[in-house]
Each structure stands twice: as structure tokens, then as C-alpha cells.
């Protein structure tokens, strides 16, 4: 089912923005990008999708490539509260699941 | 705001033994959606169900059953209960049967713990 490729782990500091990137090359043109983040033994949480254009919310924004090949989730200022697993997945138009990846481990530094 | 409600939250249970989980949709969503996660591991996905119609399935086993009711919550039942079934499973929900275009909210989880 594919579909998409993150580092396992990044680290950031505290209040600075974070950027955590996914490629997904292999992506169809009906295809949405969505963002969730799963703490230890919570259910994921979601935080942002798109289709082409970029997109804010209150919690981040994700900036998608022209080409639709990768996207970034972007956090404006990290704090500890935002060390998660972070999941980038398709959604494919017509189905219903999700096929999540192995994640991004963020840890964010005081 | 309502989320996804899941009962029981802890299960313990023997091998060989059955389950049924329970999850509660968030109001007014047609769509839920179960998920496993091992220790260690990222969420799978089993199965799910639009308008109580299956409408995918993923890597669910023959012994594990699923339903969704007029009311829109769903069970999964599972039975033959092996060591290997020990995980979380999540039940997640979206509105409108948008499917995998829209957002999924995810509830607590129920841990299964077989022994």
C-alpha cells in the first residue's frame, strides 16, 4: 500500500519552529496528505491535511511540493508537549483506511 | 467537544478465551474505523464500516468479526484469544463517509492483554 518515507527521529529545541519532512512519490492525483501525532498509549491525534496548497491551523502548518512529491509539517514553535510520533499519511479518495508508516519520533530539548 | 468513546479501556483475558470491544462514534459519524497496534509497533489497520456496510478491510484475522449498528457504534469481536493479539486497539471515526479523504478522530484505545 506504499506509500510514504519519514526519519525515525529528530530533535528539536524548545520555541524553535520544527520541520519534519515526508516524501511520497509514489502519490495519485486524488490523493490528501494528512498529518496525525500519537503520544505514548494515546490514540493518534490529528493535526492537518491538504490536497495541493498549503495549510495552516492553529496547531501547525504543512507546506506541500509543487509536484505533490513531499510535504512538510511544520510547527512554529515547538514545546515539550508537541514530543510525539508524528505520522504522515495518504488518503486515498474512495477508501476508507488509514496505512501508517513507521513515524517521525520528536523529541524536543528544554 | 464528544470524542470517540471505547469500552472496556483494560481487558485481561486468556488465551483461547473471547473479547468483544466496543466504540462509540463520535455524533453524527457514519464512519468508524478499527486499528491494531502492537508494542512497539505503528497502528494497523483491520477493518471498517460506512452506513453499517463494511466498506474495507485490512489485515484482520478470520477469528476476529466486526459490526456496525443502527446507532452507529461498532464491536469488534475476537475470538481463540492468542498471546499475539496483546495490543491496542484503536476505533476511530469521520463524518459524512468521506473515507480516507477527510479526518479520522481517534478514541483512547481499549489494551487487550491476553495471557
Known amino acids: 500500500d506504499a506509500k510514504t518515507t519519514q526519519p525515525n527521529s529528530m530533535e528539536s529545541n524548545e520555541e524553535e519552529p520544527v520541520h519534519l519532512p515526508c516524501n511520497h512519490s509514489t502519490i495519485s492525483g486524488t490523493d490528501y496528505i494528512h498529518w496525525y501525532r500519537q503520544l505514548p498509549s494515546q490514540g493518534p491525534e490529528y493535526v492537518i491535511h491538504?490536497?495541493?496548497s498549503n495549510v495552516n491551523n492553529r496547531m501547525a502548518s504543512l507546506a506541500i511540493a509543487e509536484d505533490r512529491k513531499s510535504s512538510t509539517l511544520i510547527l512554529h514553535r515547538a514545546t515539550l508537549r508537541d514530543a510525539a510520533v508524528y505520522y504522515c499519511i495518504l488518503g486515498e479518495l474512495g477508501t476508507y483506511k488509514y496505512i501508517f508508516g513507521t513515524g517521525t519520533r520528536l523529541k524536543v530539548l528544554a | 467537544a464528544a470524542g470517540v468513546i471505547q469500552s472496556p479501556r483494560h481487558l485481561i483475558k486468556e488465551k483461547r478465551e473471547t473479547a468483544t470491544l466496543k466504540c462509540y462514534p463520535i455524533p453524527r459519524h457514519d464512519t468508524v474505523y478499527w486499528y491494531q497496534q502492537g508494542p512497539g509497533q505503528d497502528p494497523q489497520f483491520l477493518i471498517s464500516f460506512y452506513e453499517k456496510m463494511q466498506s474495507d478491510k485490512g489485515s484482520i484475522p478470520d477469528r476476529f468479526s466486526a459490526q456496525q449498528f443502527s446507532d452507529y457504534h461498532s464491536e469488534l469481536n475476537m475470538s481463540s484469544l492468542e498471546l499475539g493479539d496483546s495490543a491496542l486497539y484503536f476505533c476511530a471515526s469521520s463524518a459524512l463517509g468521506r473515507g480516507s479523504a477527510y479526518e479520522q478522530y481517534f478514541g483512547p484505545g481499549t489494551r487487550l492483554t491476553v495471557t
Open positions: 491538504g490536497l495541493t
